[in-house]
T-cell receptor
Framework: DARVTQTPRHKVTEMGQEVTMRCQPI?????VFWYRQTMMQGLELLAY????????DSGMPKDRFSAEMPDATLATLKIQPSEPRDSAVYFC????????????????FGPGTRLTVL | AQSVAQPEDQVNVAEGNPLTVKCTYS??????LFWYVQYPNRGLQFLLK??????LVKGSYGFEAEFNKSQTSFHLKKPSALVSDSALYFC???????????FGTGTRLQVFP
C-alpha cells in the first residue's frame, strides 16, 4: 500500500534551534508539496517541486525556511532558526503530473510532522 | 484570482440522514475541483475530484459531489451519514495552469448517533 511517509511525527524544540523535517514521496510520483496547517491560517502551501526542481516557494519565509529534494525519494524542509510562531503541523504531499494543463491528478498526503517551538 | 469558499465552519447531522457540505469556487479557465477529508491527527485523504464530464462525481466511502457551473458550486453529499464520517472536510481548486491547489478553510462535520 503506497503512502507518503514523514519523519519525525512529533518534534519539540527550543526557539533558535534548527529543525529538519523529512518526507518520502510515493515511488513514481514526480511532484512534492510542503504545506503548513495552523488553526489561524488553515492549510498553506509553502513550496513545491516537480521532478526535483523547485517550482514555487512563494509561501515560504525565505529568511529561515528552506526546502530541498536531494533525490527523488527524499524531500526536506528546514527551519533555521526556529521561532514559536513556526509551531504547526507540516504536511508533505506527492502527486503525479505531466505539467499539461489538461492533465491533473490528486495529491496524496503524509501523516504530518507536529512541530512545537518553545 | 482563484479561490474557494466553505461557508459553514460546522455541519451537524443525525446518523442515517443525508448530509451536504457546501463549497463554492472562483477560477480562471476550467475548474478542477477536489474534496479531501482529515481525521484527527492524520493527513488529508482524497475523496473525489471533478475534472470534466458528468456533473455528479462519485468518490470514496459513499460520498459524491455535484458540480454546478452556473452556481459555481461543488457541494459534497452523502445519502446516509455515519458517525464515522465525523471529520474535517476540505474543498480545493487547482490554480490554473499549475500543480497547486488552493484549499478552503474546512468544514467540521459532526454526525450524531
Amino acid at each position: 500500500d503506497a503512502r507518503v511517509t514523514q519523519t519525525p511525527r512529533h518534534k519539540v524544540t527550543e526557539m533558535g534551534q534548527e529543525v529538519t523535517m523529512r518526507c518520502q514521496p510515493i515511488l513514481g510520483h514526480n511532484t512534492v508539496f510542503w504545506y503548513r496547517q495552523t488553526m489561524m491560517q488553515g492549510l498553506e502551501l509553502l513550496a513545491y517541486f516537480r521532478n526535483r526542481a523547485p517550482l514555487d516557494d512563494s509561501g515560504m519565509p525565505k529568511d529561515r525556511f528552506s526546502a530541498e529534494m536531494p533525490d527523488a525519494t527524499l524531500a526536506t524542509l528546514k527551519i533555521q532558526p526556529s521561532e514559536p510562531r513556526d509551531s504547526a503541523v507540516y504536511f508533505c504531499a506527492s502527486g503525479l503530473t505531466s505539467g499539461a494543463s489538461s492533465s491533473y491528478n490528486e495529491q496524496f498526503f503524509g501523516p504530518g510532522t507536529r512541530l512545537t517551538v518553545l | 484570482a482563484q479561490s474557494v469558499a466553505q461557508p459553514e465552519d460546522q455541519v451537524n447531522v443525525a446518523e442515517g440522514n443525508p448530509l451536504t457540505v457546501k463549497c463554492t469556487y472562483s477560477v480562471s479557465g476550467n475548474p478542477y475541483l477536489f474534496w479531501y477529508v482529515q481525521y484527527p491527527n492524520r493527513g488529508l485523504q482524497f475523496l473525489l475530484k471533478y475534472i470534466t464530464g458528468d456533473n455528479l462525481v462519485k468518490g470514496s466511502y459513499g460520498f459524491e459531489a455535484e458540480f454546478n457551473k452556473s452556481q459555481t458550486s461543488f457541494h459534497l453529499k452523502k445519502p446516509s451519514a455515519l458517525v464515522s464520517d465525523s471529520a474535517l472536510y476540505f474543498c480545493a481548486v487547482r490554480v490554473y495552469n499549475t500543480d497547486k491547489l488552493i484549499f478552503g478553510t474546512g468544514t467540521r462535520l459532526q454526525v450524531f448517533p
